[in-house]
């Protein structure tokens, strides 16, 4: 609890306090007593707080669905600000509606090269751009990728999306994330899950800071089934974390609220912090998860699993098994199966895949795929390893032993419909156009003598009918 008249956040503890689990009804109270007993709206709240409650379903989603929402006990409600106002300077580089004018459909295989953080003051909102995506947030179904550079903390606003949930890769620097239910640090190797409507404010303890965003609108992420894997596996539930709550009580004259609405920016101003929720229950919230505590599975004996059973989170739509957008990671893992090409394989997929590294290397590309960078295979697009890695691989021949992928992180986020790529990532200085070339040097390894032979008979016979 912080209750002064300086304007500046405190430090994050080293010894930050989180509760665990996963779609938990949770509840947490900065000071004992302030979560009213055995209703969420009495005529007085507790300290005098006031009730208001954030929802992230429909009030008549059907019951097992309709789990999304928390009660927020405050000092002063959000609704008190004036109106919003269409941020100036716009962003610019923002987009929620995919479609002709503001972005473009292409097949080609594409690749980025890591971002530099720029030399000139940049937050987490104007470092935010996006890079591709489908759908439309005003029709509640869709998604976008965007992706970060930032070397300042926000100072003096707050941002929230109304048009989705944010799932946040940070590849460099520590986030130390405030929001309205408490504070979570974020490091590389973890993800954040910031909620549609949530308020949070970016602070860079480490300087500077770069990373990947993913935002999914009309659902929410949910951990996938396991099927035939059973009861234990992936990712478990007790492993995410979620805040406490922490609040401040400052007079902040000029405070600014920055909502991402449709993909554009809108300001509103009020005098006094955002992050004034004294109390909560609820299982809507902001959560993180440490990937190096993922438990994954492999085959044991022959060929390549499928890259979907390591799904750490799913957003679903309403076809089974079809996901509007799948968060898989490659992390460190043995490889054990037998006379099998190991590496991933060549695909065509009905799915885009855009992947995203951050640390290490990633095991189908032994060149140019670096951390901070990022590539994107859409619906149907050829992919798979690069000539040195297949070269590398078959070389070692079916003796090859156990090998075990260390010192890396991979992501991918893989999504049922087809992206557009926004213009400024088409033109960037960071795109690799020469991408392609990774897989030029494909050989033919074709062996069989009697096509040889029949080909130079054919060859033949034109030649002796001329």
Known sequence: MENKTATARPAFPVDLEYQSGFDNHFSSEAIAGALPRGQNSPLVCPYGLYAEQISGTSFTSPRKLNHRSSWLYRVKPSVTHEPFRPRIPSHGKLVSEFNESNSSATPTQLRWKPMEVPDSPTDFIDGLYTVCGAGSSYLRHGFAIHMYTANKSMEDCAFCSADGDFLIVPQEGRLWITTECGRLQVSPGEIVVLPQGFRFVVDLPDGPSRGYVAEIFGTHF?????????????????????????????????????????????????????????????????????????????????????????????????????????????????????????????????????????????????????????????????????????????????????????????????????????????????????????????????????????????????????
């Not at 009020?270 to 085959?299: E, I, M, R």
């Not at 990671?329 to 885009?352: D, G």
Request: include cysteine.
């Open 222 to 466: 949910q951990l996938p089934d396991l099927g035939p894997i059973g009861a234990n596996g992936l990712a478990a539930p007790r492993d995410f974390l979620v805040p406490v709550a922490w609040f401040e009580h400052i007079p902040r004259p000029g405070y600014t609220i920055v909502q991402k609405f449709g993909g554009e920016l809108f300001t509103a101003r009020q005098d006094f912090s955002p992050f004034n929720v004294v109390a909560w229950h609820g299982n809507y919230v902001p959560y993180k998860y440490d990937l190096s505590k993922f438990c994954p599975y492999n085959t044991v004996l022959i060929d390549h699993a499928d890259p979907s059973i390591n799904t750490v989170l799913t957003a679903p739509t309403d076809r089974p098994g079809v996901a509007l957008l799948d968060f898989v990671i490659f992390p460190p893992r043995w490889l054990v199966a037998e006379h099998t090409f190991r590496p991933p394989y060549y695909h065509r997929n009905c799915m885009s895949e855009f992947m995203g590294l951050i640390h290490g290397g990633y095991e189908a590309k032994a060149d140019g795929f670096l951390p901070g960078g990022a590539s994107l295979h859409s619906c149907m697009t050829p992919h798979g390893p690069d000539t040195k890695t297949y070269e590398a691989t078959i070389k070692l021949g079916n003796e090859a032993g156990p090998q075990k992928i260390s010192n890396t992180m991979a992501f991918m986020f893989e999504s049922c419909l087809m992206p557009r790529v926004c213009p400024w990532a088409l033109e960037s200085p960071y795109m690799d156009h020469d991408y392609y070339q990774c897989w030029i040097g494909l050989k033919s390894h074709f062996t069989c003598e009697l096509v040889n032979e029949r080909n130079q008979d054919i060859e033949k016979g034109i030649g002796e009918k001329k």
